[in-house]
């Protein structure tokens, strides 16, 4: 109907091409122009000036042998000033920027290694950027923004990755649990010797009780029985502390058979072995 009237429409962010017999004649902008067809005016297309996206994906390999695909988001626009070249110069934009992109990403990623690839990507989509913007800029067209979106190893390349991954974290782990194990036997050995050593001291301040007692028992007894020696004393203490241990064994329902001599002879046997004993341990602290 338009074209019958010789009047056609722009869509906004849309530029149109004018042509007079077939020859290119000037660009119209949105909205409504009036095109007498019978004098060689016709609208030969129109060019959208959107940002479009393109998703190229590469197969490439990298320094060390290793097959990636790396996927490449360009983000591009036709420029309104230079709208006839991007209508008249290119068949195929998306073809155009598809070749740049794969000729980019297979002259930079097979220098790289693969943990460099990844390491790296920022520089490779600014290569593929840069690349692109000196060549589309020929054919009308504006480079926005070029992504590295995604790299995919291949999937028993990525499968030995997250083993290695894991081994690795899996040796963490274990130098941790043997660092705490390590720490714990060192406590558990410092709190074995810390009791010990107070073990110690209560068992000396025991037995310093018990001859202070011994000594004070001796003193009171000469001084008040007259006629006795220390030796008599002593003799007694040992006697009444002989007749407690019997009372003790047979008092407990837990104890072991315990044979010792127990007749009145033998009372003075162990008198004598205790004094023998007692006096050669103090000759050898006196040497």
């Excluded at 190229?56 to 709208?83: G, P």
């Excluded at 008249?88 to 990623?109: C, E, G, H, M, P």
């Excluded at 044979?259 to 205790?274: E, R, Y």
Aim: aromatic fraction near 6%; charge should be negative.
């Amino acid at each position: 109907m338009g074209q019958a009237l010789c009047c056609v429409q722009v869509d906004q962010s849309t530029v149109a091409m004018k042509e007079h017999f077939g020859k290119f004649d000037s660009v119209l902008d949105p909205g409504c122009h009036c095109l007498p067809w019978c004098f060689g005016y016709r609208m030969a297309g129109t060019l959208s000036l959107r940002v479009q996206q393109l998703d190229v994906r590469c197969e490439t390999k990298t320094k060390d042998n290793v097959f990636v695909t790396v996927v490449a988001s360009i983000q591009y626009r036709a420029v309104a000033q230079n709208a006839s070249d991007a209508f008249y110069k290119l068949t195929n934009t998306k073809a155009q920027i598809q070749s740049y992109v794969f000729d980019v990403i297979r002259a930079s990623v097979p220098r790289l290694l693969l943990d460099s690839v990844f390491e790296q990507k920022n520089e490779i989509a600014k290569a593929v950027e840069e690349e692109l913007e000196k060549a589309m800029s020929a054919y009308g067209f504006e480079i926005v923004q070029t992504l590295i979106v995604d790299i995919e190893p291949d999937v028993h390349v990525k499968r030995a990755m997250n083993e290695i991954n894991a081994a690795a974290r899996m040796r963490v782990a274990t130098n941790e649990k043997a660092e705490a194990e390590k720490i714990l036997q060192i406590k558990k050995a410092e709190g074995e010797a810390e009791s010990k050593y107070l073990s110690g001291l209560g068992i000396a301040r025991q037995r310093q009780a018990i001859v202070d007692g011994l000594r004070d028992s001796v003193l009171a007894f000469s001084e008040n029985v007259p006629g006795t020696s220390a030796k008599d004393v002593m003799d007694m203490v040992l006697v009444t502390q002989y007749f407690d241990t019997m009372k003790e064994i047979g008092a407990s329902s837990k104890a072991s058979a315990v044979f010792i001599p127990h007749g009145p002879g033998a009372v003075k046997d162990i008198t004598s072995q205790i004094r023998e004993g007692l006096l050669q341990g103090q000759s050898v602290v006196d040497q």
